[in-house]
């Protein structure tokens, strides 16, 4: 427990403690300097049609610290969301793809493609989503069919009244919707057909044993039969062997997101990846 040693200063009995305690603040004030000299930037890892024809990306935060080194959402996604900074952060996020994303619908080549951004059940909660997000399209002029948010089932769990509603006005303004990580949580069945959805994605840890574990290919055949089912497309993510995505496409999904065809890539080699292979 902390003891007040004097104005505003803690110390902590616990040298463990202390030193989480501070690592936290430290990264905490990290994130907020971030945000304010531009230190995040946003990769795209491509999408790809049965043919290997790109058809869209996802976009990947990212932290660029002064010394060049490149954190991954697994080193700070946690602190932006328990100290709030998701909501400023995730504002960040969906006006940098927007943009993006209006560049790519300027040029023939690249004007079809969809652009998925991952959006936190704090943030798509927030009262503001609706109007900051229409916002956004209007400063950047982007043509909101070429997006879709990726949601969780927690979201969709935790809050489903609210999160329907607001799904159902976006979607009025073209906005489509992907269930991110599906198969990791506790969504039931009467949640999927009552939401405006347009997409699961299997998530990345049945990908990994598909090939050798049993309950992981049952898990993926059932995750596409409910799709198909459901008329929802689906997308599988974590694809990194020409192995997994023949059990993919035999098991009827034909869109693919991995390793096998490319990491998230910066905007610009993105979108020469995707004049390539359109
Ligand atoms: P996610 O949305 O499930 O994103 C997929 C993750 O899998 C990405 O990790 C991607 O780099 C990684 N991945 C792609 N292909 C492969 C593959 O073939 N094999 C394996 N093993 N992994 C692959 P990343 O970029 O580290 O992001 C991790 C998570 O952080 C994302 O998981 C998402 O939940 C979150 N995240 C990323 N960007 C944002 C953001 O802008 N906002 C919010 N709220 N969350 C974000
Ligand atoms: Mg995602
Ligand atoms: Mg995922
Ligand atoms: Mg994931």
């Known amino acids: 427990q902390a003891k007040a040693c004097g104005r505003n200063t803690y110390r902590f009995h616990d040298p463990a403690v202390q030193a989480a305690w501070s690592a936290r603040a430290e990264l905490e004030s990290g994130l907020r300097r971030a945000l304010r000299d531009n230190e995040f930037v946003l990769h795209y890892q491509p999408q790809l049609d049965r043919s290997s024809r790109v058809i869209g990306a996802e976009a990947l935060l990212r932290w660029r610290l002064p010394s060049g080194k490149l954190l991954y959402p697994s080193e700070f996604i946690q602190a932006t969301e ?3 900074l998701i909501i400023d952060i995730g504002r960040w996020v969906l006006q940098t793809a927007c943009a993006e994303l209006a560049r790519w619908q300027r040029w023939p080549d ?53 999160t329907a509603h607001t799904m159902s006005t976006l979607k009025q303004r073209g906005i489509s919707f992907s269930l991110d990580d599906f198969g990791t949580g506790y969504s039931s069945l009467a949640y999927l057909r009552k939401l405006p959805l347009d997409q699961l994605k299997i998530d990345h840890s049945f990908m990994r044993d598909v090939l050798t574990d049993q309950n992981d290919a049952s898990i993926v055949r059932s995750i596409i039969a409910l799709g198909d089912s459901l008329g929802l497309q689906v997308i599988a993510e974590g694809v990194e062997t ?32 995707a004049r390539m292979v359109h």
């Open 242 to 273: 020409p192995g997994q995505r023949q059990f993919l496409s035999d098991a009827g999904c034909f869109i693919y997101q991995g390793f096998l065809y490319q990491h998230a890539l910066s905007a610009e080699h993105f979108t020469q990846y």
């Open 110 to 162: 690249t004007a079809g493609l969809t652009l998925s951004v991952n959006v936190s059940a704090s943030q798509f909660t927030e009262p503001d989503f609706v109007p900051m997000l229409q916002q956004i399209f209007e400063e950047t002029g982007v043509q909101p069919s070429g997006l879709k948010l990726e949601l969780t089932e927690s979201l969709v769990v935790s809050d489903f009244t609210h």
């Open 82 to 84: 328990e100290s709030g």
